[in-house]
């Protein structure tokens, strides 16, 4: 059975650069995750579910 990789948590950083680029391809390229994760992560802000960074 595999073992999974540990997973990285979501940085305020991590979510202003997402914010910023607005693109869950380009984010994912920049931030070194995949496209998925990036555009899971953009619909939890928008909608609420995870709070907005501080600036």
Known sequence: M???PPRRRWTPTDD????????????????DRTQQSCSMRLWRLRTGQVAMPAN
Not at 16 to 31: C, K, T
């Open 2 to 4: 595999k073992i999974a």
């Open 16 to 31: 202003r650069e997402l914010l910023r680029l607005d693109d869950p391809a380009a984010a994912a390229v920049a931030l």
